[in-house]
């Protein structure tokens, strides 16, 4: 049983929730019910390739026999599900109408990769100041498909819905907020996508389901992956984008599924970054805490432990065994350290790999994003201890991947 300090508290906002649906029927969670909502909220049947189908169940399942949700929790999950059922609705009937949409080409996408909290945020916020490169929006990862029939194919209604729903949501997540700011327009990484497949990592933060862990670390996610650059064109196609500008990528998720991102995008240029695991470890521990925190009655920082201590772990493994395979041409490391040192002198680095030109145009513009990202970002505080941790057991954990990249200590 999880018996560590600090271990629970609800925000007011969800208080009031579970405190108003004390009395009322549970949230119906099982995918019949799930799946027959977003026909409704839709008006649309077919989802076409229908490979998520089993992750979903896999991860429903779950939910509802391992993650103790509280009322609040299983609003969460129903919200997260039906949205992205509805998405994939409206998707394929998008790719029905259009087929030359999955036929576009995705050129050489520049894909940040490296640990949870080592500095993949910052590059990919840089690199999205180079306009001639496109990125993903939280928006667009939230809700990516047009809505046929609807005003400007639902382009605005799409927008409006996550602007209001983070809104919404950061006074009950407060501490994520500080942690990973979030803005409807920012760059903001493709697990999102990977979410409407049902194989991305988020999950894994917002409750405790083991067996679905099992599932994540093992199981094939290619399924995920080729529907995730099936709604990178679709966003593309969208916008009015032109298929030859390059994505720029960001998910440390890929460290563990390296294999399936490289076949699905063959010719990508990897930028690998590294920091000190024990500031990696603990960040993401206190941030995805701030989540599953509201989500259940019970505490939960020993499950965030025992999970999220073994992910970081089984990441960097697979991560240095795929990379023995790629091309040194695809792939670039990239410090923690050495971007507080000198930003200008690794964005040259990089942009020498990516084949682009770093442009007086470029670095003015990564500048200022820097200077007014200062004042964006809140302090994080967390401890290992609070999670039954520490620093030497985290080192110790992580040491074969400190000594493989020589990653410095941080703050010695």
């Given at each position: 049983?999880?018996?560590?300090?600090?271990?629970?508290?609800?925000?007011?906002?969800?208080?009031?929730?579970?405190?108003?649906?004390?009395?009322?029927?549970?949230?119906?969670?099982?995918?019949?019910?799930?799946?027959?909502?977003?026909?409704?909220?839709?008006?649309?049947?077919?989802?076409?390739?229908?490979?998520?189908?089993?992750?979903?169940?896999?991860?429903?399942?779950?939910?509802?026999?391992?993650?103790?949700?509280?009322?609040?929790?299983?609003?969460?999950?129903?919200?997260?599900?039906?949205?992205?059922?509805?998405?994939?609705?409206?998707?394929?009937?998008?790719?029905?109408?259009?087929?030359?949409?999955?036929?576009?080409?995705?050129?050489?996408?520049?894909?940040?990769?490296?640990?949870?909290?080592?500095?993949?945020?910052?590059?990919?916020?840089?690199?999205?100041?180079?306009?001639?490169?496109?990125?993903?929006?939280?928006?667009?990862?939230?809700?990516?498909?047009?809505?046929?029939?609807?005003?400007?194919?639902?382009?605005?209604?799409?927008?409006?819905?996550?602007?209001?729903?983070?809104?919404?949501?950061?006074?009950?997540?407060?501490?994520?907020?500080?942690?990973?700011p979030i803005k409807a327009d920012w760059p903001e990484e493709e697990m999102l996508l990977l979410n409407h497949s049902f194989s991305g990592f988020p999950p894994l933060g917002l409750y405790h389901v083991p067996s679905y862990y099992r599932w994540f670390i093992e199981g094939d996610k290619t399924f995920g992956y080729q529907y995730m650059a099936d709604l990178?064109?679709?966003?593309?196609?969208?916008?009015?984008?032109?298929?030859?500008?390059?994505?720029?990528?960001?998910?440390?998720?890929?460290?563990?599924?390296?294999?399936?991102?490289?076949?699905?995008?063959?010719?990508?240029?990897?930028?690998?970054?590294?920091?000190?695991?024990?500031?990696?470890?603990?960040?993401?521990?206190?941030?995805?805490?701030?989540?599953?925190?509201?989500?259940?009655?019970?505490?939960?920082?020993?499950?965030?432990?025992?999970?999220?201590?073994?992910?970081?772990?089984?990441?960097?493994?697979?991560?240095?065994?795929?990379?023995?395979?790629?091309?040194?041409?695809?792939?670039?490391?990239?410090?923690?350290?050495?971007?507080?040192?000198?930003?200008?002198?690794?964005?040259?680095?990089?942009?020498?790999?990516?084949?682009?030109?770093?442009?007086?145009?470029?670095?003015?513009?990564?500048?200022?994003?820097?200077?007014?990202?200062?004042?964006?970002?809140?302090?994080?505080?967390?401890?290992?201890?609070?999670?039954?941790?520490?620093?030497?057991?985290?080192?110790?954990?992580?040491?074969?991947?400190?000594?493989?990249?020589?990653?410095?200590?941080?703050?010695?």
């Amino acid at each position: 049983m999880d018996t560590l300090p600090s271990t629970h508290y609800h925000t007011p906002l969800v208080t009031n929730f579970i405190r108003e649906a004390q009395g009322k029927p549970k949230i119906d969670l099982s995918p019949e019910a799930l799946i027959a909502d977003a026909r409704r909220q839709t008006g649309l049947e077919h989802f076409g390739d229908e490979s998520f189908l089993p992750a979903m169940r896999t991860l429903l399942q779950a939910i509802e026999e391992e993650a103790d949700l509280n009322a609040f929790g299983r609003f969460i999950a129903h919200t997260r599900t039906v949205r992205s059922l509805c998405n994939r609705l409206w998707a394929d009937a998008c790719f029905e109408a259009r087929k030359e949409i999955q036929a576009r080409k995705i050129p050489a996408p520049i894909i940040v990769v490296g640990p949870h909290r080592s500095g993949t945020t910052r590059l990919q916020h840089m690199l999205a100041c180079d306009q001639r490169l496109q990125f993903l929006s939280a928006w667009e990862g939230s809700n990516p498909a047009p809505r046929p029939g609807h005003p400007d194919q639902g382009r605005q209604a799409r927008y409006e819905e996550v602007v209001k729903g983070l809104a919404a949501r950061e006074p009950m997540y407060p501490g994520a907020f500080v942690a990973h700011p979030i803005k409807a327009d920012w760059p903001e990484e493709e697990m999102l996508l990977l979410n409407h497949s049902f194989s991305g990592f988020p999950p894994l933060g917002l409750y405790h389901v083991p067996s679905y862990y099992r599932w994540f670390i093992e199981g094939d996610k290619t399924f995920g992956y080729q529907y995730m650059a099936d709604l990178m064109k679709l966003i593309s196609d969208n916008r009015g984008e032109p298929e030859e500008k390059r994505w720029i990528l960001k998910n440390p998720q890929h460290l563990l599924d390296l294999d399936i991102l490289l076949k699905v995008f063959p010719d990508a240029k990897l930028v690998f970054t590294h920091r000190d695991p024990i500031k990696t470890v603990g960040s993401i521990m206190s941030l995805v805490w701030f989540y599953a925190v509201q989500h259940t009655d019970r505490p939960c920082r020993g499950h965030i432990r025992d999970v999220w201590l073994d992910f970081c772990e089984q990441m960097a493994r697979r991560s240095i065994e795929a990379r023995a395979s790629i091309p040194a041409s695809q792939q670039i490391d990239v410090y923690y350290h050495d971007m507080n040192r000198d930003w200008r002198g690794q964005m040259k680095r990089i942009y020498d790999f990516a084949g682009l030109e770093f442009t007086p145009e470029v670095e003015a513009a990564q500048a200022a994003w820097l200077k007014a990202s200062e004042s964006q970002h809140g302090q994080h505080r967390y401890n290992l201890e609070d999670f039954g941790t520490s620093a030497a057991e985290v080192d110790e954990r992580m040491m074969f991947n400190r000594k493989h990249y020589d990653i410095p200590y941080e703050g010695r």
